[in-house]
């Protein structure tokens, strides 16, 4: 399995076997074009399957190479943005929807592994989240109150699962877990079984609009759909929606423990950012997983040192004998706290998309596969106005986010560089990249292993920001909106949609 990055997650590690995808396009038009072969694109697929519709899903690389192979896969009922945030921002009957919402989702999860047998460990569990300082207990204490308002089985508790010491805990029951790459092979395969297809490495880049149908672009040749979904994390293309999300990176590992101790629930600290825990059973190996350290994409060069400082803490609570997996992922927060699932501002009537899940999406992607398909099927959801990409909402911190998610924007020019310049200039480590100032110009260095130089323009090919290297992922990443490059400029997620442009090294 293939993941956008240098590092290997558990389900990576543990994985799977995918159904085998057809080489070509078919000659057929279908109803739904759905775009990108993650949690959200599959589970999508699968809805509108049981309602009778035709569709196919295109993914650029292959099944879970985005941040669905790089999750942790807490499955909850509640969210980063808590319910009492929720409650002041949308109101209360906002809040109590958005839990409907997530109690169906996990329900649906549920139905899904029952009805296609899929195999991918997943079992409930209760989640815990626990305050450490006076502000924390008073923050717990706001989220508890709304999360009763809005109907979740919460109550007050005086043990966590953790060995970290608190001064308040709540509860919430019936929240789960799983191996998520497990779960999306299950649902990708019952898809194909159905009669769905499943096309790898095929990117969609755009389309026309004929009236009712959309002549789609995609790297294998042109498929036409009566509508396109863009489950792509982000959709591609400058959009109203990338200026109300900003791409941050959050870190994982999975360790083994010396004395046995795995926790029996999920765990939250109320950190910012908050740390995460949970203990995952992968053919009858038990696993700590645990996560945190999260930062804007591109504001960090040296990611090496997030997994360091989430090891060291961890060191210092549990009895780690193994750093089996470390890998970091990408999501996206949105302005206003809640995602945008529905009709896709500026496009024709057809074309939807769901972004903006934050550290949520394993429970977001099945609210987006209900939502999408009553759109699709009824031309209403229950959880449209909710979820509006279009909406406005003018809260606190709005106009901040906006402006710290517009960074810097740069020109370049030259294609062609002196190699012997270049060394001089950067004192590059072999593996180690860098954006260096080259006579005037930006240039986004890397040097492999071997010590052979590589050398991009290094505006991002979306939106012209600056892109900074990323060391543990081994990957250019912009700051702006989350495109993510390879060491030889290729796209590998995010929104761009034309690879860094290359620049000839003269080696005279
Ligand atoms: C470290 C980390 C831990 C997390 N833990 C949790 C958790 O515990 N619980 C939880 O609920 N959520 C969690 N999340 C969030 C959750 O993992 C994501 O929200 C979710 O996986 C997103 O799924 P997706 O299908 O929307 O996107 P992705 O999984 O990113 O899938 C999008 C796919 O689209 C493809 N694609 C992109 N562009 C194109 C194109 N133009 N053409 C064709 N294909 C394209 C990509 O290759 C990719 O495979 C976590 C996130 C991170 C980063």
Redesign the pocket.
């Known amino acids: 399995m293939q993941r956008?990055g240098a590092t290997t997650s558990l389900w990576q590690g543990t994985t799977t076997d995918f159904p085998a995808t057809p080489q070509a396009l078919p000659t057929e038009p279908v109803d739904v074009l759905i775009?990108?072969?993650?949690?959200?694109?599959l589970t999508t697929a699968i809805e509108l399957q049981r309602q009778g519709r035709s569709c196919l899903v295109?993914?650029?690389?292959s099944i879970?190479?985005?941040?669905?192979?790089?999750?942790?896969?807490?499955?909850?009922t509640f969210f980063d943005t808590t319910y009492d945030m929720v409650e002041s921002d949308f109101g209360e009957d906002s809040a109590r929807l958005l839990h409907t919402g997530a109690r169906a989702a996990l329900d649906l999860i549920k139905r899904n592994i029952a009805e296609f047998a899929i195999e991918c460990e997943h079992n409930d569990r209760d989640g815990y989240v626990y305050a450490q300082t006076d502000t924390q207990e008073e923050e717990l204490d706001k989220m508890f109150q709304a999360s009763v308002n809005a109907g979740a089985e919460v109550e007050v508790t005086d043990s966590i699962p953790v060995p970290l010491p608190f001064r308040k805990a709540i509860v919430f029951r019936r929240q789960a877990q799983f191996h998520p790459t497990r779960y999306i092979a299950g649902l990708a395969s019952a898809f194909v079984a159905g009669g769905g297809t499943i096309l790898d490495n095929?990117?969609?880049?755009d389309f026309e609009n004929e009236d009712v149908w959309l002549s789609v672009n995609t790297s294998q040749g042109v498929i036409r759909a009566r509508f396109l979904i863009w489950?792509?994390?982000i959709p591609?293309g400058i959009n109203l929606l990338h200026f109300r999300n900003a791409p941050y990176?959050?870190?994982?590992v999975a360790a083994t423990l010396s004395d046995d101790a795995y926790p029996e629930g999920l765990a939250y600290d109320m950190y910012d950012p908050y740390h995460?825990y949970r203990t995952q059973e992968v053919d009858g190996k038990r696993y700590l997983i645990a996560?945190g350290e999260d930062h804007k994409t591109g504001h960090v060069t040296n990611t090496d040192q997030c997994f360091t400082h989430l090891e060291a803490y961890l060191r210092n609570h549990f009895a780690i004998e193994d750093i089996a997996y470390r890998w970091?992922?990408?999501?996206f927060e949105p302005a206003d706290g809640l995602p945008y699932i529905g009709h896709l501002p500026g496009n024709p009537k057809n074309v939807f998309v769901?972004t903006g899940?934050s550290?949520?999406?394993?429970?977001?992607?099945h609210i987006a596969a209900v939502t999408l398909t009553e759109l699709i099927t009824r031309g209403e959801s229950g959880y449209a106005t909710l979820f509006a990409p279009a909406r406005v909402k003018p809260v606190a911190g709005f106009m901040d986010f906006v402006k710290e998610n517009a960074d810097v924007v740069a020109q370049f020019v030259g294609k062609r560089l002196k190699t012997e310049k270049l060394r001089e200039l950067a004192e590059l480590a072999p593996g180690e990249g860098r954006v260096v100032k080259f006579e005037g110009t930006n240039v986004a260095l890397y040097k492999n292993e071997q010590g052979k130089l590589f050398a991009l323009n290094p505006v991002c090919t979306h939106a012209k920001c600056v892109v900074d290297w990323n060391g543990a992922e081994q990957s250019w990443d912009c700051p702006c909106h989350g495109a993510r490059y390879s060491i030889t400029g290729e796209v590998l997620?995010g929104p761009a949609r034309a690879n860094l442009e290359p620049i000839d090294l003269d080696e005279l």
Not at 359 to 365: A, D, H
């Open positions: 956008d775009v990108g072969g993650g949690i959200t694109g295109a993914e650029a690389h879970g190479y985005g941040t669905t192979g790089g999750t942790t896969a807490h499955l909850n095929c990117r969609v880049s489950a792509t994390h591609p990176r959050s870190y994982a995460y996560g970091s992922s990408q999501y769901a899940f550290g949520n999406g394993m429970t977001y992607s997620t």
